[in-house]
């Protein structure tokens, strides 16, 4: 009998469930867990890079975002777009994201929901919380700590701030990660337009695909595979 060239393959549960655990504990979520095939939604992270808000034309601002998502493998494949929330003169951060309307719910990267539709994106006031939970993980992965200060020009409606959008002299700020009310994107603060800030990157529409199987799913298969290759042997 001919001798196989492949090494047997012992496999335990407790490996495969390690394997799994290291693995995702080390990378971004892409899909939430609970999603059905083809349920529609979004995902927001906070850049860990930063910039100036001196530039008052939107497509500096979304190449900027959009050049930090292409920092990570897992956001490439998803084969999206990406757009700043921001606000410039009269395109608001509404109108740059596709964010009018009820839509869709969005997530951060780490599988929580930060609001269930858009409406209750711009739907917070500093009298009240509006999201579900509050953007702070980046395109690495990283938790966002301490709070740090994101450019927006946008007033909680999703409105230009008239007067400090992106561009102006002083445009609004927001922090994250901070409370659930509008300070998120407005915390009535302004700063001089030089300053280095972090951003916010809102996804396109993503269409969740069939969840992947449980551990003992991939444990049987990799199994079957193991005992191919014995019999092959």
Do not use: C
């Not at 001919?2 to 394997?19: D, F, Y």
């Not at 938790?143 to 230009?160: E, F, I, Q």
């Not at 990660?177 to 030089?194: A, F, I, K, L």
């Amino acid at each position: 009998m001919k001798e196989s060239t492949l090494p047997i393959v012992r496999i335990t549960l407790a490996g495969v469930l390690a394997l799994f655990v290291t693995s995702a504990s080390a990378q971004i979520i892409t899909q939430p867990v609970g999603l059905t095939h083809g349920e529609k939604y979004r995902l927001i992270f906070v850049t860990d890079g930063t910039t100036n808000a001196e530039s008052g034309v939107i497509s500096t601002y979304n190449t900027f975002v959009t050049n930090q998502a292409d920092t990570a493998k897992a956001l490439v494949a998803l084969d999206t777009t990406w757009s700043a929330i921001a606000s410039v003169g009269f395109l608001s951060a509404i109108d740059n994201t596709g964010t009018g309307g009820t839509g869709f719910p969005i997530y951060g990267l780490n599988g929580s929901l930060i609001a269930a539709s858009y409406s209750q994106l711009w739907s917070g006031s500093l009298a009240s919380g509006s999201l579900a939970s509050v953007p702070a993980i980046t395109e690495s992965g990283k938790v966002v700590t301490p709070p740090r200060g994101v450019w927006t020009g946008t007033l909680p409606s999703g409105a230009s701030s008239d007067g400090h959008t992106m561009g102006d002299l002083s445009p609004v700020s927001g922090f994250a990660p901070g409370p659930t009310n509008s300070e998120w994107v407005d915390s009535e603060d302004t700063r001089r337009n030089t300053t280095q800030l972090s951003m916010y990157a809102i996804s396109g529409v993503l269409t969740a695909a069939p969840e992947p199987g449980s551990a003992a799913l991939l444990l049987t298969g990799l199994l079957a595979l193991a005992a191919r290759r014995r019999r092959s042997a």
